[in-house]
């Protein structure tokens, strides 16, 4: 970051290039605060604090800007979309949907050291999402496989590549807490796959589970338009009433 820095004050490069490594620095900027924002959701995870805020998106174009987002901190890789849905939308929690896919596709160009393809493939229904990031990296140990969603835990092969052990368990807490499963298979020296499956619910649904959290123990949140927490609930329900 510092060499970017030191770059920028220089008068010996192209205003595009100096464009280009303030976007790198942007960049960097976004992922000191993600690893803090990150320790901040397992703290709450653990403390049972992560509370559950449902907005209405579009999946497709959601999971399209944060791919461009992370294609834009790397050179050498080439972040391959593929997205299969019958629906438009959705309800879920982004912001927890954010965490686990820019965890995933940063874990997946972190241990790709030689560069290549990393896929992404999307598909949704009415009750379900799937999401995949696969990559041709460095693989994970069979036998520590198991450990992968342990808070600062780092696979043996890793040692020469910085990181904090912290993406994956994040990853597991938010699809937990989405009600969802997470599995890995994985090769060393050929690649590994990330599969996150999440349950989709309605509006019914959710208004419902609201009704009682709320009631109960105020842990949950309803987000369309703007609005939350009995706001949110009582706007849902005027909709349903017509």
């Known amino acids: 970051m510092s060499t970017s820095i030191d770059l920028l004050n220089s008068d010996c490069f192209s205003i595009e290039r100096k464009q280009k490594h303030i976007q790198r620095l942007r960049?960097?900027?976004?992922?000191?605060?993600?690893?803090?924002d990150d320790i901040l959701i397992l703290s709450r995870s653990e403390q049972a604090k992560l509370?559950?805020?449902f907005t209405e998106i579009d999946p497709v174009r959601f999971c399209t800007e944060l791919i461009e987002e992370a294609q834009m901190n790397t050179d050498r890789h080439q972040i391959l979309f593929s997205a299969k849905?019958?629906?438009s939308t959705v309800l879920i929690d982004a912001e927890l949907l954010q965490r686990i896919l820019t965890n995933l596709l940063?874990?997946?160009i972190k241990y790709s050291p030689d560069g290549g393809n990393i896929f992404c493939r999307l598909s949704i229904d009415a009750h379900q999402l799937?999401?995949?990031v696969q990559d041709s990296g460095i693989g994970i140990p069979k036998a520590e496989q198991p450990q992968l969603f342990r808070s600062f835990y780092r696979a043996s092969n890793t040692n020469k590549i910085a990181g904090t052990g912290l993406g994956l368990a994040i990853v597991k807490k938010c699809v937990d807490r989405l009600g969802g499963q997470?599995?890995?298979?994985?090769?060393?020296q050929v690649g590994t796959c990330f599969t996150v499956t999440i349950p989709l619910e309605s509006h019914q649904n959710i208004a419902a589970k609201l009704n009682q959290r709320v009631r109960f123990s105020g842990?949950?949140?309803f987000s369309r338009n703007g609005k939350s927490g009995l706001e949110s609930d009582r706007a849902y329900s005027g909709d349903k009433n017509g």
Request: glycine share 0%.
């Open 106 to 108: 940063s874990n997946s």
């Open 85 to 87: 849905s019958s629906v």
């Open 27 to 36: 960049s960097k900027i976004r992922q000191m605060t993600q690893v803090l």
């Open 130 to 132: 799937k999401l995949q």
């Open 51 to 53: 509370a559950l805020q």
């Open 182 to 188: 997470i599995a890995v298979d994985s090769t060393v």
């Open 219 to 221: 842990n949950s949140v």
